[in-house]
């Protein structure tokens, strides 16, 4: 004796419910009393409406025709009758999770390794007069007079010269003092570098300052400022895309990828240094002795000194420049150079 | 036909679904609305839990869910409402957005770097940030044919018809109306586009209309606008008074001890405006609100609503509120109090009427939402 169901039927054609009785057949339901006859709908083409978190009545779908039963039992007599309505085990539902979270991190790791390598392939592709615009643009936001006095640029720029000796640079490289009292370096896309007065007012010796200055121009040689903005624009628009709304979640991502990013170009730039030191035959004990000062004052106190934060300096990193430290060679600046090159902010 | 009069009664649901249970019977003539926060808040942690869980991919898919579950809880004359769309769907409209607006967001930045005149780039910078507001209109309108779309009611379905771009255009038209004027076209600007959205909305082969004029809602617009305008004069008047145009007054004035009261005057009428407009603000859009339903009709139904303005800033505030705590990821707590207050609120009468609802043939589903949701809009609207 089949069971027999109540419930409400819409046929997709009139915004009517039907009374209806409902048998649950060997292969399909067989609808009674509705105004166009008895009906008979094939178990494999019957949709169950899931309403999420709904026990209660069950709601059916034929095509465009709709049935309603109150009936609690319904369901799983409905279950009884054909497999395909059995509610789908907890195991397949963890399953799917757990694929979907698989696609994802692979997904993600592709992302975190690849997403370097596409970056240093688009910032190659790039053309130089767009990159030099690009530097312009970077460096038009960054506050502080440049400081021109001419003994003091002079010295600067023999002193470029000679770390750059026997190399051609692909661009043109200008470097220049900014007058703000931070204790910060960088390198912009293009050629463009900047030091700010502060660094040249807290460094020890001129052979300090060669040490950064040959580390902005090992990342300006390395095209590592534009790899770094390109995968700083790219991840953060990636982000965006895969987070949709989710604004916080995305914005520590990128950090998080910007970090990691800086950590290994760092490394390049610091073998970079010390090999531009020692072409120029400059040691660079100076250099290592740079960081350890500067890296103490951070541990000292608050008020991180800016070029650590863009720099971030890790034992290993201070460990391996030290390591390489040379202390022979002709100091970077002669004395008269090096107090024109302190001096450079101050106007005549 | 009576008109079916649900009292805006505050408590508790579960009181007002026993209320109606004892003057309706077991069949609720109106829209009513059951579902619990409870339930809601559990389906939204897991789909957000899963979300994470797959940065972000199943986001489309629990949207849907929670979509279905308010969708499924509320229920017109007994019969509950049903979505049936598709995370699936969601997704691949998405991809198809990400592949258009793309390359628009990074042309201004290509065409600097490749050295156009700078004229050219920021023309193609202010054009970006028209064209993107139009999509988000265009995105807006084909989400809500999406969502009526996959609406199905007593097994009809729901559909917008209309062109999305032709609304984009009629609102931005609009709202350039609106600002030349001073702010007067506001009334008509939100008649003109529920109008257009009203007309074309349909319940099978049934159409909805609108019949309302701008003109009606001026009054309440006008008042506001006054104020404001009287705020303003009222401060010119102080600052004046004060001698901010004058400096030999000012130096007259600096002694007198009238000087402290007109500034204390100033700083009141200026901390005071924002909050006097605001209210009255939510008073205009409580009277929309109010007219909206009261000229819509689908066939022989009608609706009717009368939305008192602390009600209303009571449900903004509180949406305002859900979002600010749950940084934006709380959407489906908004659409259960849009939908409990609506569902409260509009009085629905010639429900008998709807029985005639046909569906000749099966309507077209249309396309997803994908540029409203690329563009920022957060589920229920």
């Known amino acids: 004796m089949t069971p027999r169901f109540e419930g409400f039927f819409a046929d997709g054609r009139r915004a009517r419910r039907e009374r209806v009785e409902i048998r649950l057949g060997a292969d399909a339901l067989r609808l009674e009393g509705a105004a166009a006859g008895p009906l008979s709908w094939p178990y ?29 039992r319904f369901r799983a007599a409905l279950a009884a009758a054909a497999p395909r309505f059995r509610p789908r085990g907890h195991a397949r539902n963890l399953a799917r999770v757990l694929g979907l979270a ?16 596409a970056a240093s392939l688009a910032a190659a592709a790039f053309p130089a007069a767009a990159e030099a615009r690009l530097g312009a643009a970077v460096l038009a936001e960054i506050p502080g007079r440049r400081c021109e006095n001419p003994q003091g640029q002079a010295a600067l720029d023999h002193l470029t010269a000679r770390l750059l000796a026997g190399r051609t640079p692909p661009f043109a490289v200008h470097v220049g003092v900014l007058d703000r009292r931070q204790v910060n370096a960088f390198a912009v896309p293009g050629g ?37 903005l390109v995968r700083a624009l790219g991840t953060s628009l990636l982000f965006d895309l895969m987070l949709g709304n989710g604004g916080a979640l995305r914005q520590a991502g990128e950090v998080g990828l910007a970090l990691a990013y800086s950590r290994e170009l760092e490394r390049e730039a610091d073998d ?18 740079f960081f350890e000062r500067v890296q103490a004052e951070h541990a000292a106190g608050p008020g991180v000194p800016s070029w650590l934060r863009t720099h971030p300096a890790t034992e290993e990193r201070i460990g391996h420049i030290r390591a390489a430290a040379t202390e022979g060679g002709t100091p970077a600046l002669s004395v008269e150079e090096w107090a024109a090159l302190r001096g450079i902010c101050v106007t005549p | 036909m009576a008109m079916t009069n649900i009292a805006a009664n505050e408590t508790a649901p579960t009181s007002i679904a026993a209320f109606r249970k004892e003057v309706f019977g077991a069949r609720e003539p109106g829209l009513a609305y059951d579902g619990r926060l409870g339930e809601l808040t559990v389906l939204w942690l897991k789909t957000l839990l ?18 279905k579950y308010l969708w499924s809880r509320a229920s017109l004359d007994g019969d509950r409402f049903e979505y049936d769309g598709t995370g699936g769907e969601l997704f691949r409209r998405f991809l198809v957005a990400v592949v258009v607006l793309t390359p628009l ?88 586009l529920w109008r257009y959205e009203a007309d074309h909305m349909r319940a099978g082969d049934a159409s909805f209309a609108f019949e309302g004029r701008g003109r009606d809602l001026l009054g309440a617009w006008l008042t506001a606008l006054a104020v404001l305008a009287l705020a303003v004069a009222a401060i010119g008047g102080l600052a004046a008074a004060a001698g901010l145009f004058d400096p030999q007054r000012r130096e007259a004035l600096r002694d007198a001890a009238t000087m402290p009261v007109l500034i204390a005057l100033i700083v009141a009428v200026i901390t005071l405006t924002p909050l006097v407009w605001g209210l009255l603000l939510v008073r205009f859009n409580a009277k929309f609100l109010s007219y909206m339903a009261s000229r819509t009709r689908l066939e022989g139904v009608r609706f009717a609503a009368r939305i008192g303005t602390w009600r209303l800033l009571r449900l903004q505030l509180g949406n305002l509120l859900v979002l600010a705590v749950t940084a934006g990821l709380g959407w489906p707590f908004v659409g259960h109090r849009m939908l409990k207050f609506w569902c409260t609120q509009l009085a629905v009468s010639g429900v008998e009427s709807l029985a005639y609802l046909t569906q000749e043939t099966p309507p077209p589903k249309s396309g997803a939402e994908g540029l409203a949701q690329l563009l920022g809009e957060s589920g229920f609207a």
């Open chain 1, 102 to 117: 698989a696609l994802s991190a692979a997904l993600a790791a592709s992302l975190w390794w690849g997403a370097p390598l």
């Open chain 1, 272 to 289: 970079g240094a010390l090999a531009l030191l020692a072409g120029a035959g400059i040691p660079s004990a100076a250099f290592a002795g």
């Open chain 2, 50 to 67: 899963l979300s994470l869980l797959t940065l972000g991919f199943y986001r489309f898919w629990g949207r849907t869910r929670i979509r």
């Open chain 1, 44 to 72: 494999e083409r019957v949709i169950v409406l899931e309403d999420e978190g709904w026990s209660g009545a069950t709601r059916l779908a034929f095509g465009e025709a709709r049935l309603v039963v109150e009936d609690s």
């Open chain 1, 192 to 228: 463009e570098i900047r030091l700010f007065d502060g660094l040249l007012q807290s460094a020890a010796s001129a052979d300090e300052v060669a040490g950064v200055l040959a580390h902005e121009l090992s990342h300006a040689l390395k095209h590592h400022p534009t790899r770094h």
């Open chain 2, 105 to 192: 967001f990074f042309l201004p930045l290509a065409l600097q770097l490749f050295g156009a005149p700078l004229v050219l780039v920021e023309i193609t910078k202010a054009l970006q940030g028209l064209f993107i507001a139009f999509l988000a209109l265009v995105g807006y309108y084909a989400g809500r044919r999406y969502r009526l779309s996959r609406t199905v009611w007593r097994s009809i379905r729901g559909g917008l018809g209309g062109s999305a771009a032709l609304y984009a255009a009629k609102t931005i038209l609009a709202i350039v109306l609106t600002v030349v004027t001073l702010g007067i076209y506001m009334p008509w600007q939100r008649v003109t």
